[in-house]
């Protein structure tokens, strides 16, 4: 971790009334950064509000701190700090924009543009992360609280410390929260294991369909839509879902179906390095990156398997 | 972590010849710690042997220095290590047990009872940190592979810094380990996410036969016969099934049954504080502790459920 510019911590320090704004759809990092700052900014007797997408995810509602959220909008604050948004359309922003002397954004995604006035850019494992560094050069007194809400940034988007994103840095702060708080064994297991009986089942089907391609190292599962409507739609099928696949030993390239409606499927493909499926979502109208990409597909399900089969042959022989 | 006291870093330093013995069915600790701690002493040109249970699980079998276990066994050594094992019982080991100087006890379990002429046994997050620790002492340098050694030992034994047995020295090694080695993740990826496709499909099976007792927070999952013969048989249930139970939100009590033979079931019980079921294990001959159990059942499902449901609301109403 790079000092912290003199101008970031002035910001905080001499300010006193700050708006926290997170990315649409908040995850995990978002919310701990914003819970772990806002309350920073308390201690130090600064007026806080936040304005955050609702609803949040049941796994992260157990802080206490999310009553505050959404509770008082002004038209002018000092400060507006964008929190782990890696750009300001993807901000979740009130429609009448108040005023600001300053807006601030503080973030841990390389592709961060640097859209505020003042900008602390990092690419380290979470915002979490960055949001620790300040606390302390704040002097701010870290609580169990606020450890909960960095632990949960951290731990969240570092896939309990599994991910290429950690560091030796990403080590140090938590071995600093451990002298904090001494256990975070069930925090970490609400974060990472918990799903409702109808994630679980949704979960179980999707490996009941798994089909391996003949002879290749190819993934398929489909979620029908009446099994969908069985667990309660698609929103209960969790993010880890498409990931079943490419944990399967041997597997290098998944295709997960979801039949949204009948005969239509939205498809998530994932592929291992060096393999590259973005095409066949960009075939289809869709996009994403070369490992994980989207679209959706009505149609014969054969002409996608085929579609996948190409891809594979072509680069599997262009890396031989 | 307390000083390593000097009589261990004397053994270690002045004796030339060694057997590192590890416990039975060894796991990723184990394993992990032996690798370390065995070329930590080769590279400071000690003789070192390794008696070890085969086969060893599939992922952890990447290590190179595998090659050397097993591959001689003198009739007599200056030390014996005993590494990660809480018993001497437990230890696997040599029947004509050789002769030696010193027997040495390395261990992190709580039950261990000093079994050894020499014992360094601390309470860790894994037998792989005090291994950490002792190599330090000894100024070897950490090598990558060595690195990897630790990390897997830390993180099966912490199931990836998720159980209560973490502390902020469990971070500060890791933090450590990422000063020697940049990334861990798809090592991480390898030990925790991996399943081979039966694995995969046992999984999923025994989520598919996942049942809530009705009005209770108990989970109940059967895989039949059949399902395990058609999924090459009970070796490919893996250790995380009986936890799929206590990972559904709102699930209390677990029972996964495993039908190994036609009608007889190996049961393993679960359950959260402050719930016991160990008593249920007991009264079928089996064996455990409080939210860890299992036996052996031969008979009517229905009055296993109805002893689960005699457990739960006993002390449901106990703790009410």
Redesign the interface.
């Known amino acids: 971790m790079k000092k912290i510019p003199d101008e970031i911590i002035e910001c905080l320090n001499e300010n006193n009334s700050f708006l926290i704004l997170i990315h649409q759809k908040p995850d995990g990092d978002a919310i701990g950064s914003a819970i772990a700052l806002g309350k920073g900014l308390k201690q130090l007797n600064k007026s806080v509000d936040y304005y955050i997408q609702v609803p949040i995810e ?1 796994k992260l509602i157990f802080f206490k701190e999310i009553e505050c959220f959404n509770q008082s909008l002004k038209e002018k604050y000092d400060v507006i700090i964008f929190l782990d948004c890696s750009s300001y359309e993807f901000a979740f922003k009130p429609e009448n924009f108040p005023e600001a002397k300053v807006n601030l954004v503080i973030d841990h995604h390389k592709s961060n543009y640097c859209y505020g006035n003042l900008n602390f850019v990092e690419i380290t494992g979470a915002t979490a992360e960055i949001v620790y560094w300040l606390l302390k050069a704040l002097s701010v007194k870290i609580s169990e609280d606020m450890a909960d809400a960095i632990f949960t940034g951290i731990s969240t988007d570092t896939g ?5 994103n ?7 702060i ?3 929260l ?2 904090i708080k ?4 069930s925090l ?2 609400m974060l ?6 109808c994630q ?2 949704m ?6 369909s ?1 089909e ?1 391609i003949t002879d290749t190292p190819i993934a398929m599962m489909v979620l029908d839509h009446e099994t969908i409507a069985n667990y309660g739609g698609a929103l209960n099928i969790s993010d880890d879902v498409a ?2 696949g490419q ?4 597997v290098i390239i998944t295709a997960l179906l979801k039949e949204v409606k009948d005969g239509e499927y939205r498809v998530s493909l994932r592929a291992k390095a060096p393999y590259d499926i973005h095409m066949v979502a960009l075939k289809y109208g869709g996009g994403g990156h070369e490992r994980a990409a989207g679209f959706t597909f009505c149609g014969d399900i054969d002409l996608l398997k085929k579609d996948l089969l190409d891809v594979y042959q072509t680069q599997r022989d262009a890396n031989a």
Chains 1, 2 share one sequence.
């Open positions: 049941e309990s410390f599994q991910f290429s950690v560091t030796a840095d990403t080590h140090q938590l071995s600093e451990y002298t001494p256990n975070f064994a970490s297991k990472h294991n918990q799903k409702n009986f679980m089942k979960t179980g089907a999707a490996i009941h798994m391996i990931n079943i944990n399967t030993s041997g």
